[in-house]
């Protein structure tokens, strides 16, 4: 299972950090994604990173201002978001897979997602 928190409304500029509890699964075998999906939108790829923490990736439109992170003895991914704009709002979702490391939404198992609203 995985839990989302962390969401919430911010005015543009500001910074959020989400957070992603797993529980029921050896969190260190897995690969940790977060996706967002804004309204009349399609679920789009923000970062991820590898089992170690070691490896991480981004979309373009979120690289210098997001950064992920695990803490693999919490169980938790974190996605520490700064310089918000209004189109990063969205629901978050978290992910994660024992193989897949990558942006496509094909992981095997998803949270229920927290809601980040940037307000103009």
């Known amino acids: 299972q995985l839990q989302a928190s962390g969401g919430g409304l911010v005015q543009a500029g500001g910074s959020l950090r989400v957070s992603c509890a797993a529980s029921?699964?050896?969190?260190?075998?897995?690969?940790m994604g977060w996706f967002r999906q804004a309204p009349g939108k399609e679920r789009e790829f923000v970062a991820a990173?590898?089992?170690?923490?070691?490896?991480?990736y981004y979309a373009d439109s979120v690289k210098g201002r997001f950064t992920i992170s695990r803490d693999n003895a919490k169980n938790t991914v974190y996605l520490q978001t700064n310089s918000l704009k209004p189109e990063d709002t969205a629901v978050y979702y978290c992910?994660?897979?024992?193989?897949?490391?990558?942006?496509?939404?094909?992981?095997?198992?998803w949270g229920q997602g927290t809601l980040v609203t940037v307000s103009s």
């Open positions: 992910a994660a897979d024992p193989l897949v490391l990558g942006s496509k939404p094909t992981y095997d198992y």
């Open positions: 990173i590898g089992k170690s923490g070691v490896n991480r």
């Open positions: 029921g699964l050896t969190f260190s075998r897995y690969s």
